[in-house]
């Protein structure tokens, strides 16, 4: 069986984007053909502006939002990235693996430290130096695949880079890992940007649906979605982002194709209708069920706690190994 990694930063309260483009995927495919580490990336929620309490409560909810949504802790590996040092410990080897100019290089980091620094604001360190942690997650487990969104392709290939010239200058110690890209309603977008991946940071949280919404603010959400000039109902990304991003997500929770939906309508407001019901639908028993683990916290924190043991024990010896590969003296 494949080993898989992946995770979730918590930078916010998970989205429907962060469901319908990864966590389902996890749940119903994942967790079932491949020994798969799902990881709470906390250390990551760092590298931006964060407020302290705000991190940790919401590490711990993406942590029961996760069990909620269907990862069972008999089949799968979950755990919080700051439980085990393994991350870390390596993250530094590939520091001492990479150079300045590939971090300069990332897109993402591009895009970030630019806004960032267009508000005034500084940069901090972490941020460029974010992909060497990413990559340390994925090779301290020697994952074979890595499911992300396209957004996160770049690190990915980055990684698979790292690796490789490790291999080859310390000695094969380093599994190369590729890029699982989601096939189905792959990018969900924001309701009032429709250009924009919704995303769970975003300040601006009308157009965004979050996994514990009210389902009275998720209807109201969607009916005020950004629909497009025109009243044709047609699936085309370009012309008719709003349009299309309503088919796709209703296809994503009807198993339906996005392309035949657009035929079955001939106005907005009844697809906006249809679309919040099978979004509700969908989220119905993730508020259930997560309404009733957090009433248990005890069962979350021993899920956490296992999740980690198990991974440290599989992260040890791959990241001692790289310890005396890099030549470093091993302890007495
Ligand atoms: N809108 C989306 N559509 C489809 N998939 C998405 N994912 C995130 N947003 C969408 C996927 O969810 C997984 C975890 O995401 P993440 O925590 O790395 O990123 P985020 O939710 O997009 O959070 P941020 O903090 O708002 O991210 P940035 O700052 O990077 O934009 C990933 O598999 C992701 O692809």
Same mark, same amino acid.
């Given at each position: 069986t494949p080993r898989i990694f992946s995770g979730i930063k918590p930078t916010g309260h998970l989205t429907l984007g962060n469901y319908l483009g990864a966590v389902r995927q996890w749940v119903e495919?994942?967790?079932?053909?491949?020994?798969?580490?799902? &990881?709470?990336?906390?250390l990551h929620?760092?590298?931006?502006?964060?407020?302290?309490?705000?991190?940790?409560?919401?590490?711990?909810q993406a942590a029961?939002?996760?069990?909620?949504a269907g990862l069972r802790p008999e089949l799968c590996t979950l755990f919080v990235?700051?439980?085990?040092?393994?991350?870390?410990?390596?993250?530094?080897?590939?520091?001492?693996?990479?150079?300045?100019?590939?971090?300069?290089?990332?897109?993402?980091?591009?895009?970030?430290?630019?806004?960032?620094?267009?508000?005034?604001?500084?940069?901090?360190?972490?941020? !460029?130096?974010?992909?060497?942690?990413?990559?340390?997650?994925?090779l301290a487990y020697r994952a074979d695949e890595v499911p992300v969104g396209d957004d996160q392709a770049q690190?990915?290939?980055?990684?698979?880079?790292?690796?490789?010239?490790?291999?080859?200058?310390?000695?094969?110690?380093?599994?190369i890992p590729r890029a699982v890209l989601p096939a189905a309603a792959a990018r969900v977008m924001d309701l009032q940007d429709p250009t924009a991946k919704m995303g769970k940071s975003h300040a601006?949280?009308?157009?965004?649906?979050?996994?514990?919404?009210?389902?009275?603010?998720?209807?109201?959400?969607?009916?005020?979605?950004?629909?497009?000039?025109?009243?044709?109902?047609?699936?085309?990304?370009?012309?008719?982002?709003g349009v299309t991003n309503l088919?796709?997500?209703?296809?994503? &929770?009807?198993?339906?194709?996005?392309?035949?939906?657009?035929e079955q309508y001939s106005s907005y407001g009844a697809l906006k209708k249809d679309t919040a019901e099978a979004v509700l639908?969908? !989220?119905?028993?993730?508020?259930?069920?997560?309404?009733?683990?957090?009433?248990d916290p005890g069962y979350v924190d021993g899920v956490l706690r296992a999740g980690a043991q198990r991974a440290r024990g599989l992260a040890r010896p791959t990241v001692d190994a790289a310890y005396r590969a890099i030549g470093l003296l091993p302890p007495a």
């Open positions: 495919t994942d967790q079932h053909r491949a020994d798969a580490l799902f &990881c709470v990336v906390d929620a760092l590298t931006v502006d964060h407020d302290p309490a705000r991190v940790r409560r919401l590490s711990r029961t939002l996760l069990l909620a990235q700051s439980h085990v040092d393994e991350h870390t410990r390596l993250a530094y080897l590939m520091e001492c693996t990479a150079t300045d100019g590939e971090m300069r290089r990332m897109i993402q980091y591009k895009e970030k430290a630019a806004r960032e620094r267009a508000t005034g604001g500084s940069v901090r360190l972490s941020l !460029l130096t974010y992909p060497v942690l990413m990559a340390a997650d994925i690190h990915v290939e980055l990684t698979r880079d790292l690796a490789e010239r490790f291999n080859q200058r310390y000695g094969h110690t380093f599994t601006e949280t009308s157009g965004i649906v979050y996994l514990l919404d009210e389902p009275d603010s998720v209807r109201r959400k969607i009916m005020r979605a950004v629909t497009d000039s025109g009243s044709k109902v047609a699936h085309d990304r370009d012309e008719q982002p088919l796709e997500i209703l296809g994503a &929770c009807t198993s339906r194709k996005p392309v035949e939906l657009a639908e969908v !989220l119905r028993p993730v508020r259930e069920r997560h309404a009733e683990l957090c009433a």
